[in-house]
């Protein structure tokens, strides 16, 4: 089993930066992929950003390419989503997720554990 717990979301302004972390426990070893997703108020929960389990490929969503940046400290279990020029609309909770399948995380889809989200709140 794995368990996932996000930290590091609050009330930001416009233009500002987040570090969020995700403190990964149990066979993480078993996950060839972990990452973020985000669900905002009233829509449907997005991909954001995967990395793989050796660390040398990473994945974005086209609307946080360029401002966010996924990744992972193996010897303290901890992926992290440092989110830079933050803008309104990245407003939402933001989750962690580790899954066996590359093909298919980004979409949501066979992911195998979920932690239960940290609030990331933009104010413009």
């Known amino acids: 089993q794995v368990q996932l717990v996000e930290s590091g979301g609050g009330l930001v302004q416009a233009g500002g930066s987040l570090r969020l972390s995700c403190a990964a426990s149990g066979r993480t070893f078993s996950m060839n992929v972990m990452g973020w997703f985000r669900q905002a108020p009233g829509k449907e929960r997005e991909f954001v950003a995967s990395i793989n389990w050796t660390g040398d490929n990473t994945y974005y969503a086209d609307s946080v390419k360029g401002r966010f940046t996924i990744s992972r400290d193996d010897a303290k279990n901890t992926l992290y989503l440092q989110m830079n020029s933050l803008k309104p609309d990245d407003t939402a909770v933001y989750y962690c997720?580790?899954?066996?399948?590359?093909?298919?995380?980004?979409?949501?889809?066979?992911?195998?554990?979920w932690g239960k989200g940290t609030l990331v709140t933009v104010s413009s």
């Open positions: 997720a580790a899954a066996i399948s590359i093909t298919t995380f980004q979409f949501g889809n066979d992911i195998n554990h």
